[in-house]
Every structure is written in structure tokens, then in C-alpha cells.
């Protein structure tokens, strides 16, 4: 799927409420938007919720769905999935920076060496920007083949969710001859984490 155009993205914020960091409010439930209207309705009958429309920080109107609090969302994991993980400096004005730990990116587009690095070979770039993991799938209920993209920041996230994505493809694409797609689910807990030298934090 890589290349494909994105059908929809899930999230669990909305960019209107007044979260910290920039990042607007969390929710307790899952939000999907999309450029296609005919996906957003055809997701609405799947799982339920209400529809709006929805601009993007860039200005771009879109499609969005609050899907119903506590209804899980049955996707289909490639034999790769496509997963990245960065660091993200976010504030009131929206993305400042993003880093994969070697190359800066600023918002403009610019690149810098990674700013940890002159901070010295103690620094922690848990201090200055957050993780974030974007990993893509097939969306069931959209009525279209082709990838969605869901987005978690936070330790958590780091720490469990590029392996467990890579391992359960992984572990049924036992034979590279015969790809085939894993079905899975995306379900919302709440849990703390608590990492070391690190304020505790509260992740979906």
C-alpha cells in the first residue's frame, strides 16, 4: 500500500479544543476524518456516530466521524506495515519540529542535525519533544480499499506499539510467497505510564 492515496485518518484528539501543548483536546473516544464523504458515511453506517464537517490546520475541508465511546474499529494489518516513529516538538502555534534523533525538521521545511545533540551526550530528548508512532492499515467499514493512518504520541506508544504491529504481521506472514492481511482491532484504554526520569503520563 505504500504510495497509495490515504483513504482516512483515525485520531483521538480534535484540534479544536484547547489541549496542552498545541495539540487540542483529548478524547475518550475515536474521531476518523477523511477527504472522501462517501468513506465517512459508509463508516457511520459500520460503527455508528455522528458526522460533521471538519477544516484542517492547513485550511483543507474534510470529512470527520466521532465513532460511539467504547466501539472498537476492525482494521486489516498489511505483511508490512508501515510504521515510523519520530520525536515532535508541538506548542500553541501548531508543529514547531520534528526529529527522528539524527535529522531535524523544522516546521518551514528546513533540516538541522538533531538539536539533542548539542545539548551533549546526556541529554534526553524526552525534555524537548515527545515520541510519536504512525503506523497504516486497511480501515474496514470505509468501502474502499486502501490505507488509513492512525497517530499515537507518548511513551507508551514508543515502547509497545511498533512491536506489537510488526510482530503480529509478522507472525502470520510466515511464508513471503503468500502475503496475506491480519485481521485486528483498534480499542481505547486509558492506562499511566511511569517512566524513569520522566513525569508520569496518561495515554489512549
Known amino acids: 500500500m505504500r504510495g497509495a492515496p490515504e483513504i482516512a485518518r483515525v485520531r483521538t484528539g480534535d484540534e479544536r479544543g484547547t489541549g496542552q501543548g498545541g495539540r487540542g483536546a483529548a478524547l475518550d473516544h475515536f474521531r476518523v476524518t477523511s477527504r472522501i464523504q462517501s ?3 459508509s463508516l457511520q453506517q ?3 456516530g455522528e458526522t460533521d464537517l471538519w477544516t484542517s490546520p492547513r485550511g483543507e475541508e474534510q470529512h470527520e466521524l466521532h465513532v460511539p465511546k467504547g ?10 506495515p508501515c510504521s515510523t516513529e519520530m520525536y515532535e516538538l508541538w506548542a500553541k502555534g501548531g508543529l514547531k519540529r520534528r526529529c527522528d534523533l539524527t535529522t531535524c525538521q523544522l516546521a518551514g521545511g528546513e ?3 538533531c538539536v539533542c545533540a548539542d545539548l551533549g551526550e546526556d541529554a534526553d530528548p524526552r525534555s524537548l519533544c515527545k515520541p510519536v508512532v504512525r503506523f497504516t492499515f486497511v480501515l474496514e467499514g470505509t468501502g474502499r480499499w486502501g490505507p488509513s493512518r492512525f497517530d499515537l504520541r507518548g511513551w507508551w506508544a514508543r515502547r509497545q506499539i511498533p512491536s506489537a504491529v510488526r510482530g503480529a504481521a509478522r507472525a502470520a506472514n510466515r511464508d513471503p510467497d503468500r502475503p496475506i492481511f491480519v485481521p ?7 492506562r499511566t505510564a511511569h517512566i524513569e526520569d520522566a ?5 489512549p
Open 184 to 190: 485486528a482491532a483498534l480499542r481505547m484504554e486509558f
Open 71 to 80: 466501539v472498537e474499529l476492525k482494521i486489516l494489518l498489511g505483511p508490512e
Open 111 to 113: 533540516e538541522l542535525p
Open 46 to 48: 459500520t460503527y455508528g
Open 199 to 203: 513525569k508520569s503520563e496518561k495515554n
Open 39 to 41: 468513506a465517512i458515511h
